[in-house]
Structure formats: structure tokens, C-alpha cells
């Protein structure tokens, strides 16, 4: 499954922003990071960053690492650094297996990244493992739909992941007109 969706975003890298034009609300993502109010100096994990649609987003001298397991993604979100002028880092690796230690990161942001991935409750997890206690997680994605092609196979259990962390959120938002969520969740 993972190599089939690896070639699938390979195929559609060229096009993929123009793509997600069409399905992402307006504002969606801009109100995601209000929401998480990132400060400086604070250590940042993007997973599944793709093409690196979120990186004017950043406060420059935020310490953003972009992860994603798909070079022809990561190589567009490399162009993309030069225009912010935050430190910005590249790493290619699998979301479910990620090369961090426990409690490390501050802030881990997921847009429509969990709904691409199989695996996406171990994926969730991993970040979980790797942001500190009392540090956010957040995400933005379908959680109720199965939009193809962008919304992936699983965003169905996206929304049943959120709900067994109920507890945690400190934030939610559900977006009806596009079946969209933006979540924070707080590390306990
Ligand atoms: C729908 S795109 C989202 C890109 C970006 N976050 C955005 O908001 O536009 C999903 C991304 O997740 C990546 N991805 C899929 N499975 C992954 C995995 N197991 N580990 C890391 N990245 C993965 C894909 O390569 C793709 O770049």
C-alpha cells in the first residue's frame, strides 16, 4: 500500500498544489497556526509536509523540520525554504518510524498528512511519542469523507482516532462544507 501511495505522490507532485486549490477551505490552514500560536525558538516537526505549502506560516527563527517519505515532494518543499527565513531542515523518512528521540519536539503540524497514510493511528502515535508533554499536535485534514483522489483511504478512522483523544484537544473545528478538521491536540 505505502509503495503504491509513494508512486501515486510522485506522479502527482507537478500538479499537487493546484490540486489541493480545489479542496482545501479557504483560510483553512491560516487558521491552524493561529490556533497554534508557534513561537520562536520552539522546535517544529512537519510530517508529511509535502511540497511545503505551510512555510510562510512559520515565525522566521522557528527550527522547522519538513519529514516526508517522498523525494519529488521534498525536493518541491527545497525550493520553497529559500523563501522564508526560518532554518528550515529535510528529512526523507517514514512517518510510522520516525528518526526522533521521545519528548523532543515541541510542535508537530500534520495537514491532510494522516488521511495519506495506511498507517495512521501508528503515525499518530509516533508523533505523540516524539512531542514533549504539553506540547501540540496539530492537524488539519478530512476526517469524515473519502474524497478521492486527495483525501486518501483512511480519513474515515481519522475521526475515530480524534475521538479517543478527546481529552486532549485543545482545540477543534469542523469544517462541514469540505468534511474538514483542524485539531490541536496537547501531548499529556
Ligand atoms: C496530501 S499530501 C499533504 C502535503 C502537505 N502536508 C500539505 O498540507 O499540502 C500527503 C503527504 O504525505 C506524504 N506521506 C504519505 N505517506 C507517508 C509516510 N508514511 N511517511 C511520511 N510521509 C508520508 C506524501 O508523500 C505526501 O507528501
Redesign the pocket.
Known amino acids: 500500500m505505502?509503495t503504491t501511495?509513494?508512486a501515486w505522490?510522485t506522479l502527482i507532485a507537478p500538479f499537487?498544489e493546484q490540486l489541493?486549490r480545489i479542496e482545501e477551505p479557504p483560510e483553512a490552514?491560516k487558521q491552524l497556526f493561529t490556533h497554534l500560536n508557534i513561537q520562536s525558538g520552539e522546535r517544529v516537526l512537519?510530517?508529511?509536509?509535502?511540497?511545503g505549502?505551510?512555510v510562510d506560516y512559520y515565525p522566521s527563527s522557528t527550527r522547522v523540520t519538513f519529514?516526508?517519505?517522498?523525494h519529488s515532494?521534498l525536493r518541491r518543499a527545497k525550493r520553497k525554504q529559500k523563501r522564508n527565513s526560518g532554518s528550515y531542515t529535510l528529512v526523507r523518512?517514514?512517518?510510522?518510524r520516525l528518526p526522533f528521540a521521545d519528548n523532543s519536539l515541541d510542535v508537530v503540524v500534520?495537514?491532510?498528512?494522516l488521511?495519506?497514510?495506511p498507517?495512521n493511528e501508528r503515525?499518530l502515535q509516533e508523533a505523540e511519542r516524539v512531542t514533549r508533554p504539553g506540547g501540540h499536535i496539530g492537524i488539519?485534514d478530512f476526517v469524515r469523507a473519502f474524497p478521492f483522489p486527495?483525501g486518501?483511504m483512511s480519513s474515515l478512522n481519522l475521526f475515530n482516532l480524534l475521538r479517543e483523544r478527546e481529552g486532549n484537544l485543545v482545540c477543534g473545528e469542523y469544517l462541514p462544507k469540505k468534511r474538514q478538521g483542524i485539531y490541536i491536540l496537547q501531548v499529556p
Open positions: 505505502q501511495i509513494n505522490y499537487y489541493m490552514r512537519e510530517i508529511g509536509s509535502g511540497t505549502k505551510n519529514l516526508d517519505i517522498n515532494m523518512a517514514d512517518a510510522t500534520m495537514t491532510y498528512a488521511s495519506a497514510i498507517e503515525a488539519l486527495m486518501g
